[in-house]
């Protein structure tokens, strides 16, 4: 397992679907306490396999509600498996969901300090990073701003500014790459691709099946939570397209 930075075996994630409309908590609680809720029971992912290997750009395709996002949040350790296991090697760095550890009252400067607290960065890190970060999310004049008052895509991108600011052992990247306009989307997969050469391992998720096969070695297809193919970049997202 020396060559391995992420190991995924036999995943199976379940969940359980309300199955009525409950229109308040009240309804909601008498429901629960006299055990009337129904449930119908959504399989996400079935029994789903795979290694990353170390230094390696692994890619995640696949239609919305194929189980990519839910494959990323149970390598992330965000969920636990119904079934299987799931084994990484190294410090992970996932974004997944940017700015979801922001105060929306807070200044973007105040914002810098807490996410960084969030994803374990001391205060004199995050002093000696602060310039940088500011930089690369290109909110200079936005500083002193609460962000309540930002789009979602400079939330996003002080996120990934945050986040990314340093090296980890394996980089999560949920279809954040959409954030900001193009030279925006060059600059993020400018600093992944920084990050790789450093010997970073990187699995993405993203929409555009052009950006999976530009940046990844290996392509996980996956379709209504089952493996449909695992193989090659050039390969699996040539079939991908002709589907």
């Not at 990187?202 to 290996?218: G, K, N, T």
Request: aromatic fraction near 10%.
């Amino acid at each position: 397992m020396e060559n391995i930075a992420v190991s995924v075996k036999n995943v199976t994630m379940k969940f359980n679907m309300s199955k009525e409309k409950v229109d308040n908590i009240k309804e909601y609680i008498v429901k629960l306490l006299k055990r009337q809720l129904m449930y119908t029971e959504f399989t996400a992912l079935d029994d789903i396999s795979f290694d990353v290997k170390k230094g390696e750009v692994f890619g995640i395709v696949g239609l919305n509600g194929s189980g990519k996002s839910t494959t990323l949040k149970i390598v992330s350790g965000i969920l636990k498996p119904t079934k299987g296991s799931v084994q990484v090697f190294g410090t992970i760095s996932p974004l997944i969901e940017l700015g979801a550890g922001f105060d929306h009252d807070l200044t973007a400067r105040e914002n810098i300090f807490l996410n960084g607290y969030v994803l374990g960065y001391s205060k004199d890190y995050i002093k000696e990073k602060f310039d940088s970060i500011v930089e690369f999310s290109e909110l200079e004049e936005f500083l002193d701003v609460p962000i309540k008052n930002f789009s979602s895509g400079m939330i996003a991108r002080l996120g990934f500014a945050i986040a990314t600011v340093v090296r980890p052992d394996i980089l999560i990247v949920d279809e954040i790459l959409s954030v900001g306009d193009y030279k925006f989307q060059e600059k993020c997969e400018k600093r992944i691709a920084d990050m790789m050469a450093g010997g970073t391992t990187v699995i993405i998720v993203s929409h555009s099946i052009e950006q999976i096969q530009r940046l990844c070695d290996r392509v996980l297809w996956l379709e209504k939570g089952k493996m449909k193919e695992l193989g090659e970049a050039e390969y699996v997202c040539g079939k991908y397209k002709n589907q």
